[in-house]
């Protein structure tokens, strides 16, 4: 029985990180203008350091975020918010390595595009959390 109890209670908290999986949701793309600016490199190595360098930015840009949204969530739903955000990375990390199984040396442009793409639409998300009252 808590199990189940546990369950419904994360229930809020899973749902809040499966509304912002798709990196389209939220208004980034896979393989859009960011992409395109690391893709004109030419070699893979440098595509991998743009697209890393990139999703630090957006890895930043999201944890000034982050710090900044519990002056404007509810006491209750502080607990919540920090489950979706961990269930959030634990997807992401979980969808962008399903890229980084596949064959071919694509793979790990793929994945590092995939992390980038998740992370600025994440961003975003909470960005945008923070200005909805």
């Known amino acids: 029985m808590t ?3 546990d369950l419904l ?3 809020p908290a899973i749902a809040v990180a499966l509304g912002v999986l798709s990196p389209r949701m939220a208004g ?3 393989f859009g203008p960011e992409f395109r600016v ?3 490199q030419a070699r893979d190595p440098q595509v991998l350091a743009c697209l890393a360098q990139r999703t630090k ?3 930043a840009r999201l944890a000034t975020e982050l710090r900044a949204l519990p002056t404007r969530l509810d006491p209750d739903q ?3 918010q920090a489950k979706a955000q961990q269930a959030w990375e634990r997807f992401r990390d979980a969808n962008c390595a399903v890229y980084a199984a596949r064959d071919g040396s694509i793979r790990t442009i793929q994945a590092a595009e995939c992390r980038r793409a998740m ?3 994440r961003a975003e998300d909470i960005a945008r ?3 909805d009252e």
């Open 3 to 5: 199990a189940r109890r």
């Open 9 to 11: 209670l994360a229930l």
């Open 119 to 121: 992370t600025e639409a």
């Open 28 to 30: 980034a793309e896979m």
């Open 78 to 80: 502080r607990a919540p």
């Open 129 to 131: 959390l923070m200005r």
């Open 38 to 40: 690391c893709q004109e």
């Open 57 to 59: 930015a957006w890895e």
